[in-house]
Structures are given as C-alpha cells and as structure tokens.
C-alpha cells in the first residue's frame, strides 16, 4: 500500500512494497556482483555505497509534491542537456566514447540524468493537452526526443540512446498519440530503414547487427560475447553450478560480467530456478508500477510513472535480450543489479519520482 | 485545459494504452523466459559440453621409444638421460634478482639467458616452464641438490636423448632417429586418435621418428603412445591447475636377433673397405650380423653434427650413408654355380658323374662368340664337383647353355634372386633377376643365347645385394628349406620356403654340401687358403666380380690401376659342416679376389658365431 504517514508537522511519503522490493534486488545485486568481481572487495564497497546513497536519495525524492517536479521539469531537462553538451566537450574520452563527466569524486554517464529528464519534461509539456494530440505538439514533441537521441547517440551511446528515445515515444503514445499518425509513421520508418543503416549506424554497429543476424559470420569477433554468455547461461542449467562456482565467468571466459553481463554469471551459478526468483522480483515491480499509474492523481503523474516505469522495462529487457542473444549487443546494464554508479542512481531517482507520484493526493481530494 | 468528459476518456485512453505497451512486454519477457529455459533446459548438455571444453587444455605428454637389444640382451640403442635445469616463470617475482642468486650455483651461458629474459614474461602469464639450462654437469647437479632449496621455483628434470652404444657398428642396421616432419607428426597423431597440440617432451629434441634401419622399420613398435596431462585453463590459456594426467605408454623394447660381439669381428676386419657381410641364423631365419661399410657414427646424425661433417660424410667418395647390405646391387659371380648346378641335376641336363672337358673357354655355337674361364689352358676333364672346386667356367656356360631360360630363371628366384627376401629391413633392393621381357622392355633388345650362358656363371645382368646372397647361402645350407629374413630375435615360424625341386635327393644335397666344403679343403679349391682360418669345416662358394671385360691378364693388370675398376670380392659360406648352424655372405667392392680378401672376413664371421 502507498502510504501517508501524517506526523505533527509533516508527512511522510512511502511505498512500501517499491521500497523493499528495490531493496531486496539492490543486496541481491552485491551479493551477485561479489561473485561477478570475483571477490573484488573494492568494487562491492563502491557499489554498496551507491546503492546506500542511492535509497536515501529515492526516499528523499518520494518527498516533494508532483507539482515541484511539475513546475521544475523545464529547469531539469536545460540543466540535463547542459550536462550533455559539457560532456561534449569536457568528458572523459574512454574506448573513442565520450559518454563520462569528471566530477572529480565520481565520473557521471549524463545520459542516465536525460533518461529520466526527458519523459518528466515531456508529461508535464502535454499532461494539459486535448485528445488526440495535435501534429504541432506531436512535432515539437518528436523534435525534442529526436534532438535528446542524437546527442546521446553521437556520444556515441546508441543503446541510451534508444532507451531515452523509447522514453519520449512512450509519454507520446500514452499521453494520445493519435493513431492515424502512428500508422503513417511505422510506413515512413519503414520505407526509411535502408536510408538509416546507410548514414546513421557506424560500421561496428551493423556488424554487431549482422552477427546477430547470422553469428557464423564471425565466431570469435562480435559474437564471442554471445557465444560465452550462452555458454555460460547454458551450462547453469536447472539449478545452476553454485554461488562462486561458475567456470565462465571466474576463468574470464565470460567478457563484462559485472556489468552487461552480469546476468550470465547469475544464471550460470544458480540455473533457471535462480533466474525466475530473480526475474519474479522485477515483474512485481513492474506489475506495481501499473497499479499505481492507475491509481495515480492526475494525468501529469500518470503519464510519469508509466513513462519513467516503461524506460526501466525497456532498459531491463534490452539487457536480458542481448545477453540471452535474442537482442544485439549495444551496451547496456542490469537495472539495480549491474556494477555502475550512473545507472544505478538514474533508477532510484526514477523510482524515488515514481513513488511522490503516485503517493501526493490532490489537496482538494481531502 | 480539459474538461471531466475529456478527462475520463482521456483517463480510458492512457489505461488501455498502457496495458498495449506492458502487454507487449509481457510478450517479450515470455519470449526471454523461454530463450533462457531452452539455453538452461533443452540444450543443457551442449552448452555444459562446451564450458567444460572452455576450461580444459589438453597437453600431450611424449613417450620414451624402447630400447634396442642384441640377442644375448645387451643393449646397442639406449635412451640416455641428460638433467636440465627448468623454471616456472610465473613464481618467480623478480627474474633478474632470481638469475642473480641462481647464477652463484650454477654459470648460465649468455645466449640461453637472453632468450628466457626474452620469453620470461610470456611464460609467466601462461604458467609454462623454461629451461634455464641444458645437461647440467655432475657438478652442477650435486650443487643444486645442496642450495637448490633456495629456489622453489627451479628444478632438475630428465630429458632423454636416444644413444646407440655402437654408433658406427649398428650405424645402418640400426639406423637412427630424427626430427619429424609436420605429415609424419600428423601421422602418428591420427593413429593415436589425438591432435597436434602443446607437447611436454621427454627428449631434448623434441618429436623422434626412427629415419632408417630398425628404428624405421619397427618405428610403431618402439614409438609408444602419447600420454595427456588435462589443464584447467582461464579464457588467456593460462594453465590453472592439472586436472588430470593419462601417463603415456612407453615403446616397446624389441629383442633383436644382432649379435655385438660377431658385428664387432665383422666391422674390425672390413677395416673400412667398401663392402657389407650379412650373417644369418639358419634354424630362424634371423640377421645376426648385418653390416656396410664404410660407416658413420648414428649418434651423431640423431643427436647433432656440425654442418661440415655432414658435409664430409655426404661428399664422402666411399658413400658411408650408403647401406651396401640391403641396396648393393653386385653380380653374384661364381656364387651362383651351386644354384646352377643344382638347375642341371633337377633338370636331368647332368648328373654327378657327367664331365666335359674343359679348355679354358666356352664357344657358342651359334655365333662362335668365345666365354673365357678365370684360368688360362683350362681344368681338363671336370665333372660337377670339380666344377665347383675349381669354380670351371666352362662347365657352366656349356651347364646353362643347355638350359630353358625361362625355367633357369624360375629357379633362381627361388633362391631370393629379384625376391624380397627380408621381412623387416629398411627399403630393401630386390636385385635383378633378368628375364627376356625385362632386356626387351628396358634394353630394347631381345634375349641372347649368350645372355643364358653369362647368367651360367653369375655374371651380366643378373645382380643381387649381400642381403639376398645371404638369404641365398642360407637356402643352400638348409637343403632348400629356408624362412624369409628377420632382425628378431625369435625369427619367424611362418614364412619357410621349401625349395620346388623334383629330382634333388638329400644324397645330392650332402653332395653339393662337399663340394662345397672342397673350395675350401681341396688342395685344388678356390678358397684353399682359408684352411688355416676356419676353426671347424666351413662349406663356401668363392666369386670374383668382373667389373671391366678383359682378355688377359696384361689388359688387367693395366685397368687395376685404377681401383674402381679392380673385381669385387664375393663369398658366402656356411658351417659348421656338416650341420650349418650359420651362412654368411661377404662382399668387398674392388677387393679382387673371392676367396682370399672376401673368404677371411666369412671365416671370422662363422667363427666368432659357432663360438658364442
């Protein structure tokens, strides 16, 4: 139950089932990355510290009323895009990807604060729209979420980039995209597919989208990720090899296991028991999201949690696809569960929103 | 803003829109459940096949060849251990402090050190071994065993080097060893069922392969099988720690039919001339003396010579590598009379009391072209056993003129002429036993009566190697019966060869047998001066090979100038008579004469066998 708790002076807002279920998943994740890090105690202290910090900071955002984030969404999405330009030119140059701001006792990945920025910025800007939306909001809708994905892709990051894309699509479609324009637009996306591939995809990215196609293209380029992660899942079995007993990832056979794949390594050590636990956990989430959407106050704070609830479903299942090898690879973590300070925080935030949304009644409800 | 009927629809729309979108989701999670469940469930054995083939490195382990005895259990061919000393990299911090405090023990030559400096990081990542240094000394050995504690991280192994303790007595018979090629490493791998991977050798000059004589010959015999050490290994192939260790199956040993001590003889009273003795155990068919000479040390075409040596040896006129024994094409000469002899007495074309008289030559009728016999004026009147003492030429060429080729030659070949008389010998020669098909095919010319007549005495086409005249003596002494040859020890039970004869009888056999023993013991024989030698009676058959056709002895004597034109010296003999326990065959290249150069060296050969 969302739960008010009125004290003398103020209240205090909370979701119970969110906040231990978050919790829950947030120790699983050390307990898994121990393991992932091969018993790397440096690694687990950061991440712990992170993951403190960030359910301290998903309880204070659960705090303020939807209208503060409401009246401030603009203020947001200026403040996260200056993040994204000063990354441009200020970031930290890893691999040929500049996606890291310095902030000296912590490397920020801006993309993450945008994903979030951007379908709060968007729900506020149509929540007071009339049905079905305009072409004209549509456009300057469209135009910004455009705008927001090519400065991420270009970082280049392409899979933040679809995921802060599918965030602004999601508030459109659910804010009332009208259909007839979803219609001509999948025709037009279509007829433009050859046109993207050509121009927008760097090389290394259609190859990773031909090995996918076909991974014999080549078995130890591109797909020697896929290879070993499915060898890895593969050979858990049913109840898995047993905590730290995995031989792909502690022999190094398995590349990114404490981040994009980690999920290999949890499915190698305790089998497909361990991942249905596992994956019940974040549907329930998932499931509560939809509950409190429905029960949220206004359209405002609808649109937000299923917006900010679907970026987290999209985030999730790109990274079980591709490590499952039904999704190409484009980098992307394991919501709560993957190494990684940004990532980790963007989702308490997320949540932390999510729960003042769906917590604040109307003050003319009482 | 909207109103309350706009904000209900607007309320239903956002709802149904919502559960589209989780809908689909819920789609993809059910398509990822199911990806996970086939990966995890249905393809479960595959994928634990392969992660277990992730972690496991599989070495080879090499085995060592077996040892090479001579018939009384001595032994020619070792493997000879030598200690080297070995690190393991990855244990060792700082490498230039360790070869510091190591090299107060024990001195390091520079080269070595600049190559383990070179390659010590590698080995290090890949938990791999390095030789620090090769053969240590007695010395160095017994000083690492006293301060050798201080590093842990260094220790003697044994490598092995194949050694034969008779290196230029067993040089061919023997043969040697030598690196493999990649097909033959591909070979040898296939029939053990493995593949071409890391190896951890037991000789410090890694893949062997017998290359010649009795190492090739028994190669898979003596070869033993790979065994395989089983590594768990990280995805950089860093071996983590030994799973498993299937010892591998060492050679076989193999007990030769060789006898040291009667090859010793052989080898010191060839004196280096060009030539080769075969010996041969009658009642088994086994080579007990097999020798060509001039010779060269086996040890050091196995375990390394210098380039100008090879050199030496390859350029060499008297051709060392050459196994004369089993590739030596030389004329049988008068040795094939008794085989002649016998062809008449089978064929009824003469009996023992038939003589001819002999004037020093044979006429052929047909073209009155003249054969001339070894001695001038001739032996007189000479019937078979004469004929065989005095080695008549005569009496043969008038012997084979009378004779069918065709069935002349059908009998020879019973004897190992053109046959492949040895079982197991290196690339054996068969020889040429000519037939009228054979001069028409590769000569272009048909078949003379006087190419039968010259066959009479051993002479034109027909050739044989010392191996065959071997197998030849030994069919003569055994009365027909014969195996083929063998290097075992225990010979063969198959394989014996009972000579088709109609009209022979043992009486003509015991006959042929002293007429034998007469070249000897005749004060008339050919090979009289042997009497002194022979420790016991001993039947022979001397020849004298004609390299160059001469009319007299002045032509002669002008042509031995030059020594490659001089007749080679053949004889084969066998004894004790008159039960032969052992026959011999001699050949000497341009030593001239049968019976006094080829005859001492069958003697002492008979001799030293009769005596062990």
Known sequence: ????????????????????????????????????????????????????????????????????????????????????????????????????????????????????????????????????????????????????????????????????????????????????????????????????????????????????????????????????????????????KGYQEGSQAHLNFLPEAETD??????????????????????????IRCIYLAFNARDRFCR???????????STLFINLGMVVGILPVVGMPMPFISKGGSSLLSFYIAFGIIISMATHKKLMQK | ????????????????????????????????????????????????????????????????????????????????????????????????????????????????????????????????????????????????????????????????????????????????????????????????????????????????????????????KLRGKFGKKIYEVDASGKLLKEVDFIPPLDGDNLYTSLDINTQQIAYDQMNNRRGAVVAVDLDSGAIVTYLSTPSFSANEISNGISKKSFDALLNDNNKPFFDRASQGRYSPASTIKPAIGLFGLDTKLIDWDFSITDPGYFVLPEDQRIYRGWKEGGHGKVNLNKAMVVSSNTFFFSLAYKSDVNELINFLSNFGFGEKVCLDCFNPDQGLLPNPEWKMNNLNFGWFKGDTVNMGVGQGYLSATPLQLAYYASVLANMGKQKKLTFIKKGNSNNEMDLPVKNISNLDWKRLHSSMIGVIESPIGTAKRLQELKNFKVAAKSGTVELVSTQTKEDYEIIRQNEGNRDHAIIIAFGPMPNPKYAVSVVIENGESGGSVAGPVAIAVLNSLVKE
Not at chain 1, 78 to 86: E, N, S, W, Y
Not at chain 2, 40 to 45: A, I, L, P, R, S
Request: aromatic share 16%; with cysteine.
């Open chain 1, 1 to 240: 139950m969302k739960k008010k708790l009125v004290f003398k002076n103020f209240s205090i807002y909370f979701d119970q089932y969110l906040f231990i279920s978050i919790t829950l998943l947030s120790v699983m994740g050390l307990f898994f990355l121990y393991s992932a890090s091969q018993g790397d105690l440096n690694t687990i202290i950061k991440q712990s510290i992170f993951v403190g910090l960030g359910l301290v900071l998903m309880f204070a955002l659960s705090q303020p009323d939807p209208d503060f984030y409401k009246l401030f969404s603009g203020l947001f999405i200026l403040i996260a895009f200056t993040l994204l330009i000063a990354t441009m030119i200020f970031g930290k140059e890893i691999n040929g990807a500049k996606r890291w701001l310095n902030l000296g006792f912590f490397s920020l990945q801006t993309s993450e604060i945008i994903k979030i920025a951007l379908p709060i910025f968007l729900a506020s800007y149509l929540y007071n729209k009339p049905l079905p939306i305009s072409l004209k909001h549509t456009f300057i809708t469209l135009f910004l979420i455009i705008l927001t994905f090519y400065l991420v892709y270009s970082q280049p990051d392409l899979g933040t980039g679809l995921v802060v894309f599918m965030a602004g699509i999601y508030i459109l479609f659910l804010a009332g995209l009208s259909w007839r324009f979803i219609l001509a637009s999948f025709g037009l996306i279509i007829l433009s597919l050859p046109f993207l591939w050509n121009n927008f995809l760097q090389p290394f990215q259609r190859q990773r989208i031909l090995t996918f196609i076909d991974p014999s293209q080549d078995p130890f380029g591109s797909s020697w990720n896929i290879t070993q992660s499915k060898i890895a899942i593969g050979s858990g079995g049913m109840s898995g």
């Open chain 1, 303 to 313: 649109l937000t949690i299923g917006g900010l609830s679907l970026v987290f479903a």
């Open chain 1, 261 to 286: 794949f980690i999920f290999a390594v949890i499915a190698e050590e305790f089998g497909f028991i361990g991942v249905c636990l596992l994956i019940s956990i974040f549907i329930f989430i998932l």
């Open chain 2, 1 to 220: 803003m909207i109103d309350l009927e706009e904000r209900f629809i607007e309320k239903k729309s956002f709802f149904s829109r919502l559960v589209i979108v989780y809908l689909f989701f819920g789609f993809l999670f059910i398509f990822f459940l199911y990806t996970t469940y086939s990966l995890q469930v249905y393809e479960y054995d595959d994928y634990e096949v392969a992660a277990l083939k992730n972690k496991t490195k599989e070495v080879l382990v090499q085995p060592v060849r077996g040892i090479i005895y001579d018939r009384s259990g001595n032994i020619i061919v070792n493997n000879v251990p030598s200690y080297d000393l070995i690190i393991k990299p990855s244990k060792i911090k700082n490498p230039d402090n360790f070869i510091f405090e190591i090299s107060k023990i024990i001195d390091i030559d520079k080269d070595n050190l600049d190559y383990v400096l070179e390659n010590f990081s590698l080995k290090a990542n890949y938990n791999r071994e390095l030789i620090l240094k090769r053969n240590l000394s007695q010395e160095e050995i017994a000083k690492f065993e006293v301060r050798g504690y201080k590093f842990p991280s260094a220790f003697i192994d044994v490598r092995y080097s194949r050694h034969n303790n008779y290196p230029k007595l067993f040089s061919h018979a023997t043969g040697y060893v030598g690196g493999v090629s990649n097909d033959e490493l591909v070979d040898i791998l296939d029939s053990q069922s493995l593949s071409q991977i890391e190896t951890i050798f037991k000789y410090s000059n890694g893949y062997q392969i017998g290359k010649t004589g009795i190492e090739k010959s028994y190669d898979k």
